[in-house]
């Protein structure tokens, strides 16, 4: 039986044998039953796949036929020995990775991204999966390290703010909640300790509205941060997203719609430096199992998902990129 804080949460349950029955929804509580299992061992998985925005899931608990019992996972199955935590934005947890084309609009998905989005194909699932290692995926459309984009969407696409997504925090606020829409919330950090930290937050910093701060501010904010919130015992990966990966939709474009550089040109550059500005005060800093990787600019070149937004093929491309960075980083 599951309990869902908000029933427009989409969550995907697979098992290894059988069929669903169907959903019973009663009041906020959903009861899955699956038929057809046989009296075999079975492996179930859950798994929530719009993100921190959208809501909460709760796992109110499991109901077996008489004699059935749970087993522990067999320890060369089991991705817990290998844990990965990935932090960014729309472009880093699956955004609209499963929309039609890239002519979608926000009032054109019905509700907003949980039915345009599936993290199970966003790059670090995928990154996750090559390397059977747990993954704890924090992201929230339109956040940056300092800025947040909610007001420039809410005047991009002519509609209510809230219709999209109810607040729109920096990294510093929604890193630290347990329930995404709960600013009051805490998350028990000592019940997930990665091994290694993929830092892609940082592009929606760079729009002219609002403009960016000061470079000197930005990393002083970004290396805080690292020092202050992350594991200190993990690797950490500082992740430049390649030019080409970064598009977004542009509404005032010519019929068909096309997509457009989410940066142009100097906002692209003055990310990249504040990047690398970043990195290399850190570096000064001594922090140590710190590295850098760059996107290669060949993962842009497949088809959109929604409002511009890699596809599967794209976040493929970049899974086969950082998936080897990091297996020869940490001997995964």
């Known amino acids: 039986m599951f309990s869902f804080a908000d029933l427009n949460q989409y969550v995907a349950f697979t098992a290894t044998g059988g069929a669903s029955s169907g959903m019973a929804i009663n009041g906020n509580t959903a009861r899955l039953e699956i038929a057809g299992l046989s009296l075999a061992q079975q492996t179930a998985t859950i798994t929530k796949i719009d993100e921190s925005s959208e809501g909460s899931l709760i796992v109110a608990g499991f109901e077996l036929d008489l004699g059935g019992r749970f087993l522990p996972m067999p320890a060369a199955a089991s991705p817990l020995g290998r844990r990965m935590e990935l932090l960014g934005d729309s472009l880093s947890i699956g955004f609209g990775v499963i929309g039609i084309n890239g002519e979608c609009t926000l009032t054109s998905c019905s509700g907003g991204p949980c039915l345009i989005s599936d993290a199970r194909l966003s790059y670090p699932a995928l990154v996750a999966e090559d390397l059977n290692a747990g993954l ?44 995404g829409t709960n600013a009051s919330s805490v998350y028990n950090f000592s019940s997930y300790q990665p091994q290694v930290i993929v830092n892609a937050i940082g592009i929606n910093d760079f729009h002219d509205s609002p403009p960016p701060p000061p470079m000197a501010t930005w990393v002083a904010e970004y290396t ?27 509404p005032t474009s010519s019929d068909p719609p096309q997509t457009s550089s989410l940066l142009d040109p100097n906002q692209y550059q003055r990310y990249q430096a504040y990047m690398q500005a970043a990195y290399a005060t850190m570096q000064s800093l001594g922090v140590p199992k710190l590295s850098y990787f760059v996107l290669p600019e060949s993962v842009g070149d497949f088809p959109r998902g929604c409002i511009g937004h890699p596809n599967p093929q794209g976040n493929r491309a970049a899974a086969d990129a950082l998936t080897p960075f990091i297996r020869q980083l940490i001997g995964w």
């Open 224 to 250: 805080r941060f690292t020092l202050d919130a992350l594991n200190p015992s993990a690797t950490i990966v500082m992740l430049q997203l390649s030019s080409s990966f970064v598009t977004a939709y542009d």
């Open 136 to 179: 704890h995926l924090t992201g929230w459309s339109a956040a940056g390290l300092t800025n947040g984009r909610a007001a420039n969407y809410a005047q991009l696409y002519g509609q209510p703010m809230q219709t999209y997504i109810a607040q729109d925090p920096n990294v510093d606020q929604f890193y630290l909640r347990g329930d």
